[in-house]
């Protein structure tokens, strides 16, 4: 039996409409009054009920920031663009909005300051990731030198680089002569992932490459790692990673916790790339796209944390 497509078409559009009216209906009336009554019955704000009910980490800042996103407050709205040293002024503000008694509930204030630190921690480290990200690599700037330059020590200790634009970068993945021309998409933001992959984890590090140079299952370890931190990147732009920061960072996240998470990256990708056993670099992307996947289903669990951890070698 064959389903009319023009009335798929008329039923899946009227069902999107009327989620529509419901949501309208409930974020402008029903929401309200359900607070309200809620407030009247517990004596608990919202935000004092969502700190009461979950335990730390992303179930709890997740739902923090919805309210907060969701308050006719302007206060409240204002709570999710704030910068650290103004917080505890407005954390001073909320409380006298929401007319919470803090004798009656002493673990709220430092509940909720723990979750506005890790929402808007995670904005301004992204506002970083961007910064860097844009810093063109620059063959005048003597920091970047030296930094590339470590990585080729870090990565092959055993061997000298012969000259500064050479074919042996090819070695460690690089396409040309010349890195820099690689780094053209991530900027600084890829170097700094692979130098700072490569400083705090340098067996760890050299045993990838050592699989990136395998015969048959090789790859352009720094082009692969470079494409790593797109995905990261892609992952911080669009809020994918907040549950995974706000389950593994008390406070306020910092850049070297977006470092950490490429190395978990760096190295996962590392393992599922052996275990698939691709055919050829060819299969590349679609073996990309999977790993993506894949780290983006574990980011929609709950209880997310994506910690690098490895494997003991038998």
């Known amino acids: 039996m064959h389903t009319n497509p023009i009335h798929h078409f008329r039923a899946t559009r009227l069902l999107r409409m009327l989620g529509y009216i419901w949501q309208c209906f409930y974020s402008s009336c029903l ?22 009910r979950c335990k730390a980490g992303a179930l709890r800042t997740a739902q923090i920031e919805h309210s907060l996103k969701s ?131 340098t067996d760890v590090a050299r045993q990838v490459l050592s699989h990136a140079s395998h015969p048959r299952l090789g790859y352009s370890y720094a082009i692969v790692g470079i494409n790593l931190t797109e995905m990261a990147y892609s992952l911080m732009k669009s809020d994918a990673l907040k549950p995974h920061f706000y389950n593994t960072v008390s406070g306020k996240p910092q850049m070297k916790h977006f470092h950490h998470f490429y190395c978990y990256l760096a190295y996962e990708f590392d393992k599922f790339w052996l275990e698939e056993e691709p055919e ?32 003991q070698e038998k």
């Open 71 to 201: 308050s006719k407050s302007k206060v409240l709205r204002a709570a999710l663009s704030l910068k650290e040293n103004g917080l505890d002024e407005h954390l001073a503000q909320i409380i006298q909005e929401k007319r919470v008694k803090e004798q009656k509930d002493p673990t709220f204030k430092a509940n909720l300051r723990q979750c506005l630190l890790q929402i808007n921690g995670y904005s301004e480290l992204f506002e970083a990731v961007e910064e860097l990200r844009k810093q063109v690599f620059d063959s005048e700037n003597k920091e970047h030198e030296n930094m590339l330059l470590k990585l080729w020590d870090l990565l092959m200790p055993s061997v000298k680089l012969e000259s500064r634009i050479t074919k042996q970068w090819g070695n460690i993945g690089f396409q040309g002569d010349d890195p820099k021309t690689d780094f053209r998409g991530m900027g600084m933001l890829g170097l700094t992932n692979l130098l700072f992959f490569s400083e705090n984890h």
């Open 31 to 52: 929401r309200f009054w359900l607070k309200w009554f809620l407030r009247l019955v517990t004596g608990r704000c919202e935000l004092q009920r969502i700190c009461a």
């Open 280 to 311: 050829s670099i060819m299969e590349f992307n679609r073996y990309r796209e999977k790993f993506h996947d894949k780290v983006k289903g574990q980011l929609q669990m709950p209880e997310v944390t994506l910690i690098m951890t490895v494997d």
